[in-house]
């Protein structure tokens, strides 16, 4: 089992910058990547921005060059760094957690990142 608690989330202005982090325990030797994923109200929940152990990164575009997904293995901690936030990136963001074959996902309780116009 892994547990994933995020913080970080709050209001901020449009065009403002927030940084949320994610700490994961318990059997972080399985895990094979991180990522973050978000939902807005009445819409599904969407991968923002994932980071494997090897370093690799995957972004959505629509967050390409505004947010930076990042790891500190001696801290298994991720981190996503946005900036320039929109309206439209309010969200509860969640972390997540996937595990080498046979897969298994994990999830944080989420934070919610409110942006104002």
């Known amino acids: 089992q892994v547990q994933l608690v995020e913080s970080g989330g709050g209001l901020v202005q449009a065009g403002g910058s927030l940084r949320l982090s994610c700490a994961a325990s318990?059997?972080?030797?399985?895990?094979?990547?991180m990522g973050w994923y978000r939902q807005a109200p009445g819409k599904q929940r969407e991968l923002v921005a994932a980071i494997t152990s090897g370093g690799s990164t995957n972004y959505a575009d629509s967050v390409k060059g505004r947010f930076t997904i990042s790891r500190d293995n001696a801290k298994n901690t991720v981190y996503l760094q946005m900036n320039s936030l929109k309206p439209e990136d309010t969200a509860v963001y969640y972390c997540?957690?996937?595990?080498?074959?046979?897969?298994?996902?994990?999830w944080g309780k989420g934070t919610l990142v409110t942006v104002s116009s």
């Open positions: 997540n957690a996937e595990s080498a074959p046979p897969r298994v996902d994990y």
């Open positions: 318990g059997s972080i030797f399985s895990i094979n990547a």
